[in-house]
């Protein structure tokens, strides 16, 4: 079962694909959308636990996607992370946290978003995800 389900926003598919890898060797499900639209729409059917929204979209800004997913009664509870590739002032921070519960700077390093993503869903680490899980030891003379 997975931990808990991350839909990333993300245009660029240099960025998606490996923290997509990175967040499901970590148990968690996966939802990739490249833009506005689909974000909105894979975030309605789905109500995924967390969304990690890049600021730049081809169609519509990621801020006012956010804003458009915090204005809807059926997903407005759901946390989101900004990234940004932009340096982030103290305005712009003041920005960002009106609708997202924080931000991470691009380049986006998995190990430091999955732990932001594990510490805004309040999940305890995870020792041993999935993809490493060890098998049983056998204890002597059994």
Do not use: W
Not at 5 to 27: K, M, N, Q, Y
Not at 54 to 81: F, N
Not at 118 to 127: G, I, R, Y
């Amino acid at each position: 079962m997975a931990r808990a389900t991350i839909l990333i926003v993300e245009d660029s598919l240099d960025i998606a694909e490996p923290l997509a890898d990175a967040f499901r060797f970590e148990g968690f499900e996966v939802l990739l959308a490249s833009d506005a639209v689909q974000a909105l729409q894979l975030a309605s059917e789905h109500r995924p636990n967390l969304i990690l929204m890049d600021i730049q979209l081809p169609d519509m800004d990621g801020l006012s996607v956010a804003r458009t997913l915090k204005s809807d009664p059926a997903v407005k509870d759901i946390p989101i992370v900004a990234m940004t590739a932009y340096e982030v002032g103290a305005d712009q921070v003041r920005s960002l946290t009106r609708t997202c519960v924080g931000y991470a700077q691009k380049p986006v390093r998995p190990r430091e978003i999955i732990n932001l993503a594990t510490a805004v869903l309040k999940l305890p680490p995870d020792p041993e995800p999935a993809g490493r899980r060890r098998p049983p030891v056998k204890s002597p003379g059994r």
